[in-house]
């Protein structure tokens, strides 16, 4: 960490600004709180930070996203003698955010980085906090609560600071993370990236003009993040 701090310093000194990535949605399946859950009972405090259930049915409507990798959201354990929920890889268990003690872990979490000096933090994989029946599990109303009460306890004690949402979702999707200007102060514009580069090759405008023909537009005190990568 010593390290880290001598780094924050040197670019704040010359004029830049520091975002990291806050992985809310999942932990490693050798995190200690993951190891601890496994090996703890059943309706334990332990076994609660995770998502378990008995059957690898439930929750049925929701799609795998890597289909190359993953054949379910569900995997066994072996030492918890139950399956946990994964909305990525088996190897990256989700955290229950109906437990309101991973909540304020979560937040404890954030409020380590930012004591630290981070100017920013980028939110990974929001979409999929929360999970419910009869759903996708994918951006519903529980969710921005709890991006709310993240902004809320950013701002009550850390100035000039910046949430941006990783949503790798269609516009119209990630505009509610911006809420009413009381989520997440900028989001990635996903779609945008590629069309830049097929604009580039075909050497037409389309891609970029009809991708920003479907962008809403969002509160004043909020931006699009604009990004581009390696095709």
């Given at each position: 960490?010593d390290d ?6 040197a ?5 830049l600004?520091?975002m990291?990535?806050l ?11 993951f190891?601890a ?14 998502v378990?259930s008995?059957?690898d049915?439930k ?8 289909t190359?990798?993953e054949?379910s959201?569900?995997?066994?354990d ?5 399956y946990f929920?994964?909305r ?7 955290l ?9 872990e979560?937040?404890k979490?954030?409020?380590f980085?930012?004591?630290?000096g981070v100017?920013g ?5 929001i ?6 029946d ?12 709890l991006?709310?009460k993240?902004?809320?306890?950013m701002?009550r ?12 979702q269609?516009p119209?999707?990630?505009?509610p ?25 075909l050497?037409?405008?389309?891609p ?21 990568a390696q095709?």
């Amino acid at each position: 960490m010593d390290d880290f701090r001598a780094f924050l310093d040197a670019a704040h000194e010359r004029g830049l600004q520091v975002m990291i990535e806050l992985v809310m949605n999942h932990t490693s399946d050798e995190h200690p709180w993951f190891q601890a859950a496994r090996n703890a009972p059943p309706g334990s405090p332990e076994r609660d930070y995770y998502v378990w259930s008995d059957s690898d049915q439930k929750y049925n409507d929701v799609r795998v996203i890597f289909t190359d990798t993953e054949k379910s959201n569900w995997t066994w354990d072996p030492v918890g003698k139950a399956y946990f929920w994964h909305r990525f890889f088996s190897h990256q268990p989700d955290l229950n955010f109906d437990n309101p003690v991973v909540v304020e872990e979560m937040l404890k979490v954030m409020r380590f980085w930012l004591d630290m000096g981070v100017d920013g933090l980028r939110l990974d994989a929001i979409p999929y906090l929360i999970e419910r029946d009869g759903t996708n599990c994918e951006n519903l109303a529980e969710t921005h609560v709890l991006i709310k009460k993240v902004r809320s306890e950013m701002e009550r004690s850390y100035a000039n600071r910046v949430i941006l949402a990783e949503a790798n979702q269609w516009p119209t999707d990630v505009l509610p993370y911006f809420g009413e200007g009381d989520e997440c102060h900028m989001a990635f514009h996903f779609p945008l990236m590629p069309r830049i580069f097929m604009a580039l090759r075909l050497e037409d405008r389309l891609p970029v003009t009809e991708i920003m023909s479907q962008t809403p537009a969002i509160p004043e005190n909020c931006q699009w993040g604009l990004f581009s990568a390696q095709p």
